[in-house]
């Protein structure tokens, strides 16, 4: 029989934002489970260790930049170690006339890495929180209110009630994957359908040598190209060059059989044949994603949807709540809007009546 359980609020999403919500939640004194599809935690963090050296490549986000201080601290606190992005050396351009160099790098900018890879910060969020409070493998599948108060969140293994629940998933995923019995307001449900997935139509390529050689020819790693298939390049390197790697951008629709040999080959046209034999490629489509990107993924491309009002305000009578970083005012799209608008659920949460937070009548919540 498929059981019910309660609790203070459900946070649905075990990314930056989720676990950034669930965290403060738990530090205010509320009884809170994340309830997370994927295997794992991290969401659109996500970096593959390289043996050996208890460092990794980020398939996800890879940077945070000055002013983004709720990275930089959350780093700091968790004691994750974070290094520069290379920048010094030439740019390579690729248009359908040839190639070139470019003096100086004309594409990346100051900017922070995780040396254990982005992943590592989603990991150390979730070691704060209560055991068995995180359950993975466990996508939810509707959210509707009760007609005793509250909220029931639909999973497999059962149905959980709360006063509270934090959608920290991309909106147009959430409503493509949730079912929320028609009871969202119209303009937030086409709103949610709307909003672009930051990333979610890219292919992240990520190659591994077993040195940065383009370094000794004065390269920066740095190409851009109008004949693809990767448009943009960029050194993925560790602190001090190991592991060495480059990493390219394609959008989702270029990849079709035969990509990773054009995306090697067209990294061996701009940095020489050693970039025709890495130790590792590593391919990561986002669009594929099932719990990242909707079907509709490569069709949604108004940015300017980012942090609308209507997500700054809670649905379903004051307990349904957005938090991921297409949602945040600030830095959308980035790991900080990510802790951001996880830092605002969890605030608007807590700053609910009392009314708002209650379990349903008749239902015994478990001990504390």
Same mark, same amino acid.
């Given at each position: 029989? /498929?059981?019910?359980? &309660?609790?203070?609020?459900?946070?649905?999403?075990?990314?930056?934002?989720?676990? @950034?919500?669930?965290?403060?939640?738990?530090?205010?004194?509320?009884?809170?489970?994340?309830?997370?599809?994927?295997?794992?935690?991290?969401?659109?963090? #996500?970096?593959?260790?390289?043996?050996?050296? =208890?460092?990794?490549?980020?398939? $996800?986000?890879?940077?945070? %930049?000055?002013?983004?201080?709720?990275?930089?601290?959350?780093?700091?606190?968790?004691?994750?170690?974070?290094?520069?992005?290379?920048?010094?050396?030439?740019?390579?351009?690729?248009?359908?006339?040839?190639?070139?160099?470019?003096?100086?790098? #004309?594409?990346?900018?100051?900017?922070?890495?995780?040396?254990?890879?982005?992943?590592?910060?989603?990991?150390?969020?979730? !070691?704060?929180?209560?055991?068995?409070?995180?359950?993975?493998?466990?996508?939810? @599948?509707?959210?509707?209110?009760t007609d005793q108060g509250g909220l029931d969140v639909?999973?497999?293994? $059962?149905?959980?009630?709360?006063?509270?629940?934090?959608?920290?998933?991309?909106? *147009?995923?959430?409503?493509?994957?949730?079912?929320?019995?028609?009871?969202l307001p119209a303009d937030l449900a086409r709103l949610?359908?709307? &909003?672009?997935? %930051?990333?979610?139509?890219?292919?992240?390529?990520?190659?591994?040598?077993?040195?940065?050689?383009?370094?000794?020819?004065? #390269? !920066? $790693?740095?190409?851009?190209?109008?004949?693809?298939?990767?448009?943009?390049?960029?050194?993925?390197?560790?602190?001090?060059?190991?592991? *060495?790697?480059?990493? $390219? +951008?394609?959008?989702?629709?270029?990849?079709?059989?035969?990509?990773?040999?054009?995306?090697?080959?067209?990294? @061996?046209?701009? +940095?020489?044949?050693?970039?025709?034999?890495?130790?590792?490629?590593?391919?990561?489509? %986002?669009?594929?994603?099932?719990?990242?990107?909707?079907?509709?993924?490569?069709?949604?491309?108004?940015?300017?949807?980012?942090?609308?009002?209507?997500?700054?305000?809670?649905?379903?009578?004051?307990?349904?709540?957005?938090?991921?970083?297409? &949602?945040?005012?600030?830095?959308? =799209?980035?790991?900080?809007?990510?802790?951001?608008?996880?830092?605002?659920?969890?605030?608007?949460?807590?700053?609910?009546?009392?009314?708002?937070?209650? @379990? !349903? /009548?008749?239902? &015994?919540?478990?001990?504390?």
């Amino acid at each position: 029989m /498929p059981h019910q359980e &309660t609790h203070d609020v459900i946070v649905i999403g075990a990314g930056a934002s989720g676990l @950034t919500a669930a965290t403060a939640l738990h530090a205010a004194g509320r009884d809170v489970v994340v309830l997370e599809a994927r295997d794992r935690v991290g969401g659109r963090l #996500l970096s593959t260790p390289v043996e050996h050296s =208890g460092r990794a490549l980020d398939l $996800g986000a890879t940077w945070f %930049w000055d002013g983004e201080e709720r990275v930089r601290t959350l780093a700091v606190r968790s004691g994750i170690a974070t290094f520069e992005q290379h920048l010094a050396g030439d740019t390579m351009l690729q248009e359908t006339t040839g190639i070139r160099r470019l003096t100086g790098n #004309l594409i990346d900018a100051p900017a922070h890495r995780f040396a254990a890879g982005a992943q590592s910060l989603a990991a150390a969020l979730a !070691a704060a929180l209560p055991t068995g409070s995180l359950r993975l493998d466990t996508p939810v @599948t509707a959210v509707h209110p009760t007609d005793q108060g509250g909220l029931d969140v639909l999973t497999p293994p $059962g149905t959980l009630h709360a006063g509270h629940v934090v959608l920290a998933v991309p909106p *147009a995923l959430a409503l493509e994957r949730i079912d929320f019995h028609d009871a969202l307001p119209a303009d937030l449900a086409r709103l949610a359908r709307a &909003t672009p997935v %930051w990333m979610g139509a890219a292919v992240k390529v990520v190659a591994h040598y077993p040195s940065a050689f383009w370094r000794q020819d004065g #390269l !920066a $790693g740095a190409a851009f190209s109008r004949t693809g298939p990767l448009q943009e390049i960029h050194d993925m390197s560790g602190p001090g060059g190991e592991p *060495a790697a480059l990493f $390219g +951008f394609a959008h989702a629709r270029t990849v079709r059989p035969g990509f990773e040999q054009a995306a090697t080959a067209q990294l @061996t046209r701009l +940095f020489g044949p050693t970039a025709g034999s890495p130790v590792a490629l590593h391919v990561q489509n %986002w669009s594929t994603e099932r719990w990242t990107a909707p079907s509709t993924v490569q069709r949604l491309a108004d940015y300017s949807l980012f942090g609308d009002r209507l997500f700054q305000r809670p649905a379903f009578g004051g307990r349904l709540h957005w938090a991921s970083t297409e &949602t945040a005012t600030e830095y959308a =799209g980035h790991i900080e809007g990510a802790l951001a608008a996880g830092e605002r659920a969890a605030r608007t949460v807590l700053a609910a009546p009392a009314e708002a937070s209650d @379990t !349903a /009548p008749g239902v &015994t919540a478990p001990n504390r």
